[in-house]
């Protein structure tokens, strides 16, 4: 399906899951944007006083940056008119900033950028990115664990993780960039979302033994899952609604202890087949053992696992989830939410959309 439908194709989809998506109705909304091997996730705050807050979370890779921009527009959000209202980059790895490049070229303004604050020397990013959003954004901030941005209405987007910080006080002490990500839990209601770049999960033996996850990363998961659940981010009893699974579904991300302590009902993985073959995303590890929930170890119910696209065809990719392009999440403020799909990709690949019984209604805790 062309961008040129997508828009018309989404309504669609929103009106057959009963849901009106007209001006003045209070609703936060959630666009994991198809950029294949990369994140981008575009929010809306409910409307207040006419008008909505936005914020953009990454922004893959270059060569799928004008997907962005095509996306935003078909949306209501072109260019000339629109400011971002927050614009935040997990970490410096190319496939999550790089694709604001082709945003920024197109006219898209900034009102309050934030980082991570890495020391990594990346040259793009210090020499090439961070200068062009100088010029644009009228703010540029550190994110800091505990901060939180209010998008209206009592939406609340929090920062649980940056550099091995963690919300609350405690850390981990981390080397690599992916581990230095930043995390944050999107809010309203007793809606929970949470999504952390390429943030870690450690290796260790017992989840080794049951999953055979494998990984030179740090596990930061484990204390911020705990750190979150301690700090009131997510609900001890009954977890989040949905994971936005860190690195694509590596196994690098997404040990037992996370997946147990969250609890996720549905887990999206933003992932595509223009990757490098050694990464081989999303791994059979990480979907058919953990998010799917056949390892004893763990010990919640499996996720409905959702994927942007197609990874690679090899013995270490896992095809269980369901290809479904974009994703958009339409959450009621009264714990109800609605999960539709585009089935836009690149490539040739089939839309699994109904096969994922797309568009699905669900309620919070279910």
């Known amino acids: 399906m062309s961008r040129n439908n997508l828009y018309v194709h989404m309504i669609c989809h929103v009106v057959t899951a009963f849901f009106v998506c007209l001006p003045g109705h209070a609703q936060m909304t959630i666009h994991v944007i198809n950029v294949g091997q ?22 893959g890779k270059k060569e799928r940056g004008g997907e962005i921009t095509d996306y935003l527009t078909d949306i209501g959000y072109p260019a000339a008119s629109t400011t971002f209202d927050y614009m935040i980059v ?75 910080r963690l919300i609350g006080g405690s850390s981990v002490e981390v080397k690599s960039e992916n581990d230095k990500s930043i995390g944050l839990v ?37 204390d911020l899952a ?32 996370f997946m147990n302590l969250l609890s996720p009902s549905v887990a999206i993985l933003s992932v595509g ?33 959702l994927q942007t696209e197609g990874g690679l065809d090899t013995s270490k990719t896992s095809e269980s989830g369901f290809i479904v392009g974009d994703i958009v999440i339409q959450i009621e403020k009264n714990g109800k939410y609605t999960i539709s799909s585009t089935g836009v990709f690149e490539g040739p690949q089939q839309d699994e959309t109904d096969a994922a019984g797309l568009p699905l209604e669900m309620s919070v805790d279910e």
């Open 186 to 222: 999107f809010k309203y209601g007793e809606f929970e979302f949470f999504s952390a770049g390429d943030l870690g999960g450690g290796q260790f033996s017992k989840d080794l033994n049951c999953t055979n996850r494998k990984t030179s990363q740090r596990n930061v998961e484990s």
């Open 226 to 257: 705990k750190a979150m659940i301690r700090q009131q981010l997510i609900d001890r009893e009954n977890g989040l609604e949905i994971l936005h699974v860190s690195h694509h579904g590596s196994e690098s991300s997404t040990n037992y202890e």
């Open 90 to 164: 997990s970490h410096k790895d190319a496939d999550h900033f790089e694709g604001f490049f082709n945003v920024l070229e197109a006219g898209y303004d900034i009102d309050v950028f934030y980082h991570n604050g890495s020391d990594k020397k990346q040259r793009n990013y210090d020499e090439n990115f961070i200068p062009e959003v100088r010029k644009i954004a009228r703010k540029i901030y550190r994110m800091k664990p505990g901060y939180s941005l209010n998008l209206g209405d009592g939406c609340m987007v929090t920062c649980a993780v940056n550099d091995g």
């Open 273 to 305: 087949q223009n990757q490098s073959r050694t990464y081989q995303h999303p791994r059979t590890d990480i979907v058919d053992k953990v998010l799917m929930a056949t390892a004893p170890c763990v010990t919640v119910p499996p996720a409905l696992v």
């Open 38 to 59: 990369g994140n981008c996730v575009f929010v809306e705050g409910p409307e207040v006083h006419g008008k909505r807050k936005t914020l953009i979370f990454d922004g």
